[in-house]
Structures are given as structure tokens and as C-alpha cells.
């Protein structure tokens, strides 16, 4: 299997220092309360980062996606912009790293005095960890994806806009995925429309024209909106639209979105061969457009 997420192997990260609650600790020693309520509830919410030529791509918008996300669940991060910018830069210069780095920045409502979910029994608080690694992606052919039962649910149940640590619906499509036969997942919406994967936003091409789901039922991607704008930005007409599987099937490209990799071509739907199972043309006119708007940022 092939992970979207699969990256070049690196020594140093054995020897990476992680911020917990404002130490840098060595890895074998960063470590979390059995209390914590993001390890026993998946209470809390998340930011995954990236590091060009020494900057955060799109910084600004992923802290307002964190600060968002911290608000609906009514959780006080405890620090300011600033303040993370400040965490995130003392990682970054205690682990050396200038490029080809990933953050992964989790916030949670802290260590639980009881083992039950209520929040007001989180005595301590929040718990904070980044984890930064030197990452490369590393992805030696196109994604093999296959359609699951799981959806991306209604926003009354669990928002699939938010970025929370509750990931179990994902894992659950990601497993059914690979014992398929694929590397992820591909999910629908409530009305069986193309949505998401498990891990990644998903677009097709089709005659020329770019379409990615409505956005009603995925990840509000960071990436995913930056490969919008360029496209209209370039004159390449994208639309967010309902499509069905047969359309999917039918399409000339494909390719997911996400921090980690970027644009990730797919291959392969349900054992049906996109396009050529290559990269096609506008799958690499977006990596370039995206990788001009990151130099620019």
C-alpha cells in the first residue's frame, strides 16, 4: 500500500525535540497524562503545517482554521497568535529545520480528573504538542482509491469541517479501503454525491474543467482552497459542484489535496484506470501554479 502521507525516510527525526506545554522534550520523553482527554476522548482539535524555504505555507489561514475550530468546542488554547507562531518558531529553530519540514500542532481540553467526558472535568489544561519533523514526500506512483460506505456526516452530528482529533469515522473507511485492495478511501456525501477521502480533499478533470465536491460535506482544506484560486487566478475554469461516481469513473485526471503532499495524482477508482494512471497535464499545471503561490506567500 501507498500512503498519502508517505514521506522519505529521515535519521534526524529520531532525535527531534517536541514541544509539550511550552518544554522541548526529547521524543522518547515527550509524552501525554493516561488522563488526557484528547487520549481518552479524542477531545480537541488540530493543525498540520508546512515548511518552504523557511516559512509556514499559509500560516494566517491555518491559525484561523485552529482559532475557529478551538471556539466550536469551546476550548481555550491558552495562547495567542503570537503565542503559537512563538511555539511553532522555537520548535522550528530547537530541531534546526529550514525546509521540508511538517508540524503537527494538537491542542486539547487538558488532563481529566475522572475517566468520563464531561468537560468540566478537565482540572488542567489544555494540553498542547507539536510534533516537527524533517518529511519529504515520498510517493512512488499515483493513489489507488475505492469507494466506502462511510460518509462524511451531517454538520448536527460531527462537522465534517472541523479539524478534531475524533478521526475513528475516517480510520474506519481508510481500513475498509485497504482491505479493498487501495491506499484510501473515497467517501461520499449523505446524498451519494463524490465527496473526500479519508485523509485528503478530492478533485477530477474532465474536458478541460476542474471539479471538486461543494465543500457542504468535507474538510474546509486549506490546500483545497489554494488550488481553487490559482485555478481562477490562471483562467481554469473550477467548479465546486455535485458529481456522482459516474462521472468519477469517467474523468481524464484526479488528484487529492492536502498540507502533507500537496496535489497527489490518483491512479486508480474501484479498479477503474483514470485517465492513463498518470499524472496528467492539469494535475502538473496546478503543482506548478501551487508550488509558485507557496514562493510567493
Same mark, same amino acid.
Given at each position: ?176 479501503? *485497504?482491505?479493498? %485492495? +487501495? $491506499? &484510501? !478511501? ?5 446524498? /451519494? ?53 459516474? *462521472?468519477?469513473? %469517467? +474523468? $481524464? &485526471? !484526479? ?5 502533507? /503532499? ?36
Amino acid at each position: 500500500m501507498v500512503s498519502t502521507h508517505q514521506s522519505e525516510e529521515d535519521a534526524r527525526n529520531e532525535n527531534i525535540l517536541i514541544w509539550v506545554n511550552g518544554a522541548l522534550k526529547p521524543r522518547p520523553e515527550a509524552m501525554v497524562s493516561v488522563y488526557d482527554s484528547g487520549f481518552m476522548l479524542g477531545d480537541g482539535v488540530w493543525e498540520g503545517l508546512r515548511l518552504y524555504d523557511g516559512k509556514w505555507a499559509f500560516l494566517d489561514d491555518h491559525l484561523d482554521r485552529l482559532f475557529e475550530a478551538a471556539l466550536a468546542i469551546d476550548l481555550d488554547i491558552g495562547l495567542d497568535r503570537d503565542g503559537v507562531i512563538a511555539a511553532l518558531e522555537d520548535t522550528r529553530a530547537a530541531n534546526g529545520m529550514t525546509t521540508d519540514a511538517h508540524a503537527r500542532l494538537m491542542v486539547t481540553r487538558g488532563v481529566k480528573m475522572r475517566p468520563f467526558q464531561h468537560p468540566a472535568l478537565s482540572i488542567s489544561g489544555p494540553t498542547v504538542v507539536i510534533i516537527m519533523e524533517h518529511s519529504k514526500p515520498s510517493i512512488p506512483r499515483p493513489i489507488r482509491l475505492a469507494t466506502v460506505p462511510h460518509q462524511r456526516g451531517l454538520p448536527m452530528t460531527q462537522d465534517p469541517k472541523l479539524n478534531s482529533h475524533s478521526k475513528l469515522n475516517c480510520i474506519l473507511a481508510c481500513i475498509a479501503a *485497504e482491505k479493498a %485492495g +487501495a $491506499d &484510501e !478511501a473515497l467517501m461520499l456525501d449523505v446524498h /451519494g454525491f463524490v465527496n473526500t477521502t479519508n485523509a485528503c480533499n478530492f478533485f477530477i478533470v474532465r474536458k478541460g474543467e476542474v471539479w471538486t465536491s461543494t465543500g457542504d460535506y468535507c474538510m474546509n482544506g486549506i490546500t483545497r482552497q489554494k488550488v481553487i484560486d490559482v485555478c481562477r487566478a490562471d483562467g481554469i475554469p473550477v467548479f465546486e459542484r455535485n458529481y456522482s461516481l459516474v *462521472e468519477t469513473y %469517467g +474523468a $481524464d &485526471e !484526479a488528484f487529492l489535496t492536502g498540507t502533507f /503532499g500537496a496535489q497527489t495524482p490518483v491512479g486508480e477508482i474501484d479498479g477503474r484506470v483514470i485517465g492513463d494512471g498518470q499524472p496528467g497535464p492539469m494535475t502538473r499545471r496546478i503543482r506548478t501554479l501551487y508550488k509558485e503561490l507557496v514562493d510567493r506567500s
